[in-house]
């Protein structure tokens, strides 16, 4: 009898663990389409720098909060604006997972093609530069331009007489 006790009293324990995890559906089953589609466009603000609907934190209660605040909200249904703006009110515009493309963050989504842009153009410049040889290199010849014969001849004899020995 002391055996069947035993074993019954083993299998009541497993079952009052495996209980919760039947009745109690886990984070990413409560969440509807929606909820998931709204939730992957703000940031998981327990400093992981993950999307919220991606933070993989065991046991992350910010990301637990914010989902279940989500899903509350898209229940009611609010609009995604108004759940935007209720994360923004909470957690400020770093909560966006991308920058709005409106105002002050366009500047963020316009940046990189003006540097892009710009550092084609100063490219093919200094390519262009490279390629086209250097006026020191080419011999003078007697019609220099801006230099008259007179002053060539005397730069002549001057750098003669400097250079004997």
């Not at 074993?7 to 886990?26: R, V």
């Not at 089953?29 to 603000?45: E, H, N, W």
């Not at 703006?85 to 991308?98: C, L, P, S």
């Amino acid at each position: 009898m002391t055996k069947v006790r035993r074993w019954s009293g083993i299998a009541m324990l497993f079952a009052m663990a495996a209980a919760p995890l039947l009745i109690i559906p886990t984070e990413g089953q409560q969440l509807t389409d929606r909820a998931k589609q709204i939730g992957g466009k703000f940031m998981c603000m327990c400093g992981c720098s993950q999307v919220l609907t991606q933070c993989n934190h065991v046991g992350c209660s910010t990301s637990a909060t914010m989902l279940k605040e989500l899903d509350q909200a898209v229940t009611r249904g609010d609009s995604e604006t108004a759940v935007t703006q209720m994360f923004v009110q909470e957690f400020g515009t770093k909560v966006y997972a991308e920058p709005p493309k409106s105002g002050f963050s366009l500047i963020a989504w316009t940046l990189p093609s003006i540097y892009l842009g710009l550092g084609t153009v100063l490219v093919v410049f200094v390519i262009s530069r490279w390629r086209k040889p250097p006026a020191a290199r080419t011999a003078p010849t007697g019609n220099t331009p801006g230099v008259s014969a007179e002053l060539l001849e005397r730069a002549r004899a001057q750098a003669a007489r400097e250079t004997e020995d």
